[in-house]
């Protein structure tokens, strides 16, 4: 059966040429920044792969169909469209069948990359183990993708409002690599550190590519997260943000906000709280992000071509 995928005519010209891909998910277009600042971050982004030579994969899902690169006026429309879905494992399908339109999820974004034979994929901060877990069961669906999709991911580390102990002992227990890209410690979004000592350290992408391919050769599921630190000029350091994400988590708390809600106001509240320090930080770490993907893929690419 044919599957429900639409590729841009950027992506598939860098597929007929052999072009590293690099994939990039839309929940931060949709839910994780005001307009117009969520858009011109994309374009950014974008551009920021372009000039290291692979090909940038926005992914979303519009009539029916996963789009693996977006036009400029897609993503005009997606950044200020209203009332779309963020799609995680779970209601990716549903969404495809209804013909709704839906901004992917790290989740979801590595299940469409996968299908679309992308391997790279570069975000902000991946989803994990919320604070309260204990009695809540709020787990990120990306954790367990990690588990099974077999992408390597970039990312500034989970997201500094989750409890990051259990979200690295979760993906311990499900067999995930957490590489730490030239540090020790494990990252924590906006600041350099979490304070935890990563499981894995890696200092270059031809490291990463070689775990990747061996990961692929061993017949291992699942990716790799590999935690970037965001660039130190652009973090705010942990003892600095700590108090706004205690202020937020008390009135998300009190508030009664859960599930799927949760993520977006917290992010929201620490941007008014850090006076919209944070959003700079946002956008510095997935451009930072951004280009540590995409020499990863030409990393791939050049390993695969010598075996």
Same mark, same amino acid.
């Given at each position: ?14 597929? @007929?040429?052999?072009?590293? $891909? ?88 590595? $299940? ?8 790279? !994929? ?14 809540? !069961? ?42 730490? !890209?030239?540090?020790?410690? !494990? ?10 000592? @990563? ?36 973090? $705010? ?32 509240? $620490? ?37």
């Amino acid at each position: 059966m044919t599957l429900p995928i639409t590729f841009s005519p950027e992506i598939a010209a860098a597929r @007929a040429n052999g072009t590293p $891909i690099v994939a990039l998910e839309s929940t931060i277009i949709t839910h994780g920044m005001p307009f117009p600042q969520n858009v011109e971050t994309a374009m950014r982004v974008e551009a920021e792969i372009r000039a290291h030579g692979a090909t940038p994969a926005t992914i979303a899902v519009m009539d029916h169909r996963i789009l693996v690169g977006l036009t400029e006026s897609d993503l005009m429309a997606l950044g200020q469209a209203s009332s779309v879905a963020k799609l995680s494992r779970a209601d990716l399908a549903a969404c495809l069948a209804s013909g709704d339109t839906g901004a992917t999820t790290v989740a979801a974004t590595m $299940i469409c990359a996968r299908l679309a034979g992308i391997e790279t !994929f570069a975000t902000g901060g991946i989803g994990g183990v919320h604070r309260g877990a204990d009695t809540s !069961f709020d787990i990120s669906a990306d954790l367990s993708e990690l588990a099974e999709t077999a992408v390597t991911v970039v990312a500034a580390g989970a997201k500094a409002i989750l409890d990051l102990p259990k979200t690295l002992e979760y993906l311990e227990t499900r067999g995930v690599p957490v590489i730490a !890209f030239g540090q020790d410690d !494990f990252p924590a979004f906006w600041s350099c550190s979490s304070g935890l000592r @990563a499981p894995l350290r890696m200092d270059s992408a031809a490291q990463i590519a070689a775990a990747h391919l061996m990961r692929t050769r061993l017949g291992l599921p699942g990716g790799q997260l590999v935690a970037n630190p965001i660039p130190v000029e652009a973090e $705010i350091p942990r003892d600095e943000i700590t108090p706004h994400i205690e202020a937020a988590l008390s009135e998300a708390k009190a508030k009664g906000i859960a599930a799927k809600s949760v993520t977006p106001f917290l992010l929201q509240r $620490i941007y008014e709280l850090t006076a919209g320090r944070s959003l700079l930080a946002n956008i510095a770490l997935v451009l930072s992000n951004a280009r540590l993907a995409s020499a990863i893929s030409h990393e791939i690419a050049l390993q695969r071509s010598k075996t």
